[in-house]
């Protein structure tokens, strides 16, 4: 990423120093390799489930449940707390907790990366996620106060493309880990770049707060946090069970939607709120925030099947599974810095509405894909995507930072990546149960043909293609009349999810459509974008 030319100080009477103006691309670098580390291990780790589940001392002898667990622990603990540290660091100061969020995320890679354990890497997961959730909210919430209105669309633009990268590169990185070192170099490759992080933070991030944060309000804080954790973890139940008509289920979400919406009418009465939610009366403030979850429910639905297609239907390795979404990131790369530019010229709704259609007929195109179709098409598919994406996420990220003042960018950057996960946390439970019922519905009457083979093994291999084709192996050269099936029957599935997919990207983008401003109504800052003076710079400093 290369550093622009101009080396001009801050423009006159603007709010950021001139010192941190000078030294901002500087800044960006490194709260982009704080974002690459997060979400670099959320997707590093899906390319080493199968060697956490082999026997030790090659895995951990890990089972299904635990496996899932080992990814949802983190989830959940990481969802729950991010409007709680995006708040804190808007009082305490954004750099503080970014620092501290980095070296407990540090900590608990090392931990994770030597569990002896299920139950302990599981334990480790969920520290993982604690630190992720400080990280995550500080580096949005310390860009918006490092770089002025005007270039804010720019380095977000940036920022997005880290995310898209991180993304694409964690299974590469992650097969080529597992190629040649144990399981657990997946986590303990995080630390080198934690160091490394946390001494250019130390060195060049400089710290910023909300300067009158007002009264704590620990009741608002306290209502977020169970309110989401029940909310995300019925969504992951509901996810693993294959069924959200579930008591167990219901209750959960029913009783985390009681709890937060008791959450807005706590801070609609209070008078030190710990959000303003009168921020959402703004259209084009909630038509942001509803993008941001769609595309990620729609995003994340599929990079959960596609694992499935490159590997147990297509043949390919780990490794050459992670190359495959390469078009993705370079598409991401490609256009999320230049989208800016998209927006000034036709507005933020034209250009995320057909970055929604864009998104919406990559997904229907996964119906092209079948057991034995050229694997361009899939590349092609991933570019398409990718450049999606690319046009969606900078224009909402930037119009739900810039809807609140430079003091809450932390609330703010908390809103953007609490909906994020949640829409994420959904695409997967409910596609992933969408998948696996039209899966076990297709495969179910050639397991009931297979002679001899018992009820209980016929229910367990239906659950998924990788459960049938572990069923074929052990049946020997009887199991091979299983393998195409299941491939037809995981297609099949997979076109059923991928049309849930691009309709929910359609739904995404008709709110966009009816509700983001267009060319002539960008819309201001609720401070009506007014500079500051040195002396509010620096006291907020």
């Not at 092209?368 to 050229?374: A, C, E, F, K, W």
């Amino acid at each position: 990423m290369a550093t622009p030319p101009s080396t001009q100080g801050a423009p006159a009477g603007s709010g950021v120093p001139e010192a941190i103006h000078r030294r901002r691309w500087a800044i960006l670098v490194v709260l982009m390799f704080s974002v690459l580390v997060v979400v670099l291990d959320n997707s590093i780790l899906n390319v080493a489930m199968k060697t956490i589940a082999s026997p030790k001392p090659t895995g951990l002898g890990a089972t299904q449940s635990q496996l899932e667990w080992a990814i949802n622990s983190y989830t959940l603990v990481f969802a729950g707390l991010l409007f709680t540290a995006g708040i804190l660091g808007d009082r305490i100061g954004r750099k503080k907790v970014l620092l501290g969020g980095m070296a407990v995320f540090g900590v608990g890679s090392v931990l994770a990366a030597f569990s002896g354990s299920p139950g302990e890497l599981i334990g480790f997961r969920a520290l993982m996620g604690l630190g992720a959730a400080f990280v995550m909210p500080a580096t949005l919430a310390i860009l918006v106060n490092v770089f002025e209105r005007e270039e804010q669309a720019k380095a977000i633009g940036i920022w997005v493309a880290a995310v898209g990268l991180a993304i694409a590169i964690g299974p590469i990185t992650g097969g080529v880990l597992l190629e040649h070192f144990w399981w657990g170099s997946v986590f303990f490759v995080n630390v080198p770049i934690v160091i490394v992080g946390l001494i250019a933070m130390v060195a060049l991030v400089p710290d910023s707060r909300d300067p009158a944060p007002g009264r704590v309000d620990p009741l608002g804080v306290l209502l977020s946090v169970i309110g989401l954790v029940l909310l995300v973890y019925g969504i992951i139940k509901g996810g693993q069970l294959a069924d959200f008509t579930d008591a167990q289920v219901l209750g959960s979400i029913a009783a985390g939607l009681v709890v937060l919406t008791l959450f807005v009418v706590h801070e609609k009465r209070s008078d030190h709120p710990a959000i303003d939610v009168g921020y959402f009366r703004n259209p084009a403030f909630s038509a942001a925030i509803a993008a941001v979850a769609l595309v990620f429910f729609a995003l994340m639905g599929v990079t959960f099947f596609m694992v499935f297609y490159t590997q147990s239907v297509r043949g390919y390795s780990a490794l050459e599974s992670g190359l495959l979404i390469l078009p993705l990131a370079v598409a991401q790369l490609i256009f999320a810095p230049r989208a800016r530019l998209v927006v000034e010229r036709f507005g933020a709704r034209a250009v995320c509405t057909c970055g929604m259609l864009l998104v919406a007929a990559a997904m229907s195109g996964f119906l092209l894909l079948g057991v034995d179709t050229p694997i361009v098409v899939l590349e092609v598919l991933f570019f398409a995507q990718g450049a999606g994406m690319a046009h969606i996420m900078p224009p909402v990220t930037t119009g739900i930072m810039q809807a609140l003042p430079r003091q809450k960018a932390g609330s703010g950057s908390a809103l953007n990546n609490t909906f994020r996960q949640v829409g994420g946390a959904l695409g997967v439970a409910v596609l992933g149960s969408v998948l696996s019922t039209a899966y076990r519905d297709r495969i179910g009457d050639t397991l009931a043909a297979v002679p001899g083979l018992p009820d209980s093994v016929q229910r367990s291999a239906g659950e998924s293609v990788e459960a049938t084709m572990g069923v074929a192996e052990k049946l020997g050269p009887k199991g091979q009349a299983l393998v195409g099936p299941a491939q037809d029957a995981f297609v099949h599935a997979m076109h059923i999810t991928a049309l849930g997919s691009a309709g929910v990207a359609v739904l995404g983008a008709l709110v966009v459509l009816a509700f983001l401003p267009g060319k002539e109504g960008s819309g201001k800052a609720p401070d009506d974008g007014r500079p500051r003076s040195r002396e509010e710079a620096s006291a907020d400093r």
